[in-house]
Structure formats: C-alpha cells, structure tokens
C-alpha cells in the first residue's frame, strides 16, 4: 500500500489521469444503464391511461384490450364506445415514436371496433392513436347574437383560444413499448380483409345473442313452472283456512300473501325476458343487415392508414 501511495506521488499527472478516465467510465455506463433499462419511462403513466372522453360531451372511448405479436410485427387493438359514438364517424391517425407502420381500422358491432397495426418494429419505443368524431349530430349550433360587432368580436377570440387548447372532438391514446397494459400475444395474429373479419366478428354475436334469446326462453319456462307450483300451494293453504282461527289462520294467511307476491314478482321476471327478447330479435335483425350490406360492398371501410412521426 505504501508503494503505491509512493508511486503516485511520483506521478501526479498519471494519476489525475486515471481518476478521470475512471469517472468517465461510471458516466458511461451508467447511461447506457438507462438507456438498455426495460423499465425505462417513455412515456408519463398518467397519459397510458385506457379510457377517453370527448371534451364536447358527445362520449367515451375505452382500450379494453392491446396485445402484441413481435414475431409478426403486428399489435391487436380491441375498442368500445358508449353508445352515444358511432364508430363509422371517427377517424383515426397513427404517431409512431421510432418506426413506422400502417394501421387497419375495423368497426364492428354495436359500439365495438378493432385496430390492426402492421410492420411495427420491435424497437418502436410509443406510438399514440388519435380519434377525431366527425359525427355532425354532435356538435353543437351556436344560435347566439350580439348586440354589436365588437361584442361579436370578442367573443370569437375568446373561442379561438379555447379551441386552440383543446378540440373538443378529438382525443388521443398513448402506448408505451413497456406498458403494462400491452400484453405480448401468446398466438400469432393473422390479419383478414376488413370484410371478412367484420363479418366474423357479427357472426359471433349473432351465435351469442341467439345463445341470450335460448337462456330467457329457458327462463320464461321456469317462471311459469315456479308460478303454477306457487298457485296450487296457494290453493291448498287456502283450503285450511276453513279450519283455523286465531294465531294459527292469522299465520297461514301470512303465507298466501307471501306467496301472491312470489307470483307477482315471477310475472314480473316473465317480462323482463320477453322485453329482452324483443331488444334480441332486434340486434339479431340489425346485425344480419350489417352483413349484408358489408358483402354487397354498401357498407365502406376505411383505407389503412399511414403511421406519421411521434414527437
């Protein structure tokens, strides 16, 4: 140890020399520590949020579900909408934060769609989907005068600004190459004309509504059952009345008026179901006319659309 101190004494400049190289090497890798990081923040956690609404009121957007399938270079991404948006009147953009890629937008049933992106590289690091609803019957009309120009004037300066903050028909969803949201698809993903997986997205509905229109008529049966069964109970109960008094009719009565409200809640349950049905039959006969119009090439599908650069 002594020689050492000894040694460096003797040689300050090599010293200094190596301490500074020794410094620059912890810098080094320490930032190519961040850089390599997996868990690196990209982008905030308050702005991967899954779920947005329109500023104008006319509704909400939800990401219920993101996967992606590295090997084919292809993230899956399931959409839903309150019922107020119409998912044939948005339109949506692509942002890509290093890389590019192409996205297939499908609307499918109800207030459903889903969002194919294609050629994403594996070292995108985030890319963002923005949604502008063109939906007329949303926006507002402004039936507002003024009393003068310059009243005018202002007034439409002072929107100017707000819209310059926000528009009010467009928001916009972030997506992290670490978020936790994505998941990574255990399966590849295969990517269909837009016909043809719309088609067979409703299909599948179909076989789960009509599975919905077989669960209430099961449970229209069993109510009728439950509600006979009650009625005969009644009747026997009824018949003891003849033959008790005091506490022991008092108590039996008890029981008829129980089992009258059984019967008047079962008939209430009885329709619930048909009110459903008839709700069923009319998704069913919406959902066929969707198909329809899709074969015939009525119904028309968004060109994919071009990735544009992530600032």
């Known amino acids: 140890m002594k020689k ?6 003797e040689n300050v400049a090599a010293t200094k020399f190596l301490i500074f190289m020794g410094l620059i090497a912890l810098q080094a890798l320490l930032l190519l520590g961040t850089f390599f990081a997996h868990d690196k923040q990209i982008v905030p956690p308050s702005q991967l949020v899954t779920s947005q609404s329109f500023s104008d009121g006319s509704g909400t957007i939800e990401i219920t579900h993101q996967e992606y399938d590295i090997k084919n270079k292809i993230m899956k991404i399931d959409l ?3 019922e107020d948006i119409s998912m044939n009147q948005l339109t949506p953009k692509l942002f890509v934060k290093n890389g590019n890629g192409s996205m297939q937008y499908i609307p499918t049933v109800d207030n459903k769609a ?3 992106i294609k050629n994403i ?4 690091e985030a890319l963002s989907l923005s949604f502008q609803n063109t939906d007329l019957s ?3 009309v402004d039936t507002t005068i003024f009393d003068n120009s310059q009243e005018a004037q202002a007034a439409n300066s002072a929107q100017t600004n707000s819209s310059d903050k926000q528009q009010p028909d467009l928001i916009y969803f972030f997506i992290s190459s670490n978020s936790h949201y994505l998941k990574q698809s255990k399966t590849p993903i295969k990517i269909e004309s837009q016909a043809a997986y719309a088609v067979d997205a409703i299909e599948t509905e179909i076989d789960f509504q009509n599975s919905q229109m077989k669960k209430m008529d099961t449970a229209i049966d069993d109510l009728k059952k439950n509600q006979s069964t009650t009625t005969q109970k009644i009747a026997e109960l009824q018949l003891k009345n003849q033959y008790l008094t005091g506490n022991n009719l008092s108590n039996n009565q ?3 008026s129980s089992l009258q409200a059984n019967i008047a809640g079962d008939a209430q349950q009885i329709q619930e179901a048909q009110q459903n049905k008839k709700s069923i039959t009319q998704a069913i006969t919406k959902m066929k006319k969707q198909i329809s119009d899709i074969q015939s090439g009525k119904f028309k599908f968004t060109d994919d659309v071009k990735s544009k650069k992530m600032k």
Do not use: P
Request: charged share 25%.
């Open 138 to 140: 949303n926006q507002s």
């Open 121 to 124: 590289s594996s070292k995108f």
């Open 114 to 116: 889903e969002i194919f």
């Open 4 to 9: 050492i101190r000894q040694k460096m004494k």
């Open 80 to 82: 839903q909408a309150t």
């Open 254 to 256: 008890s029981k008829i």
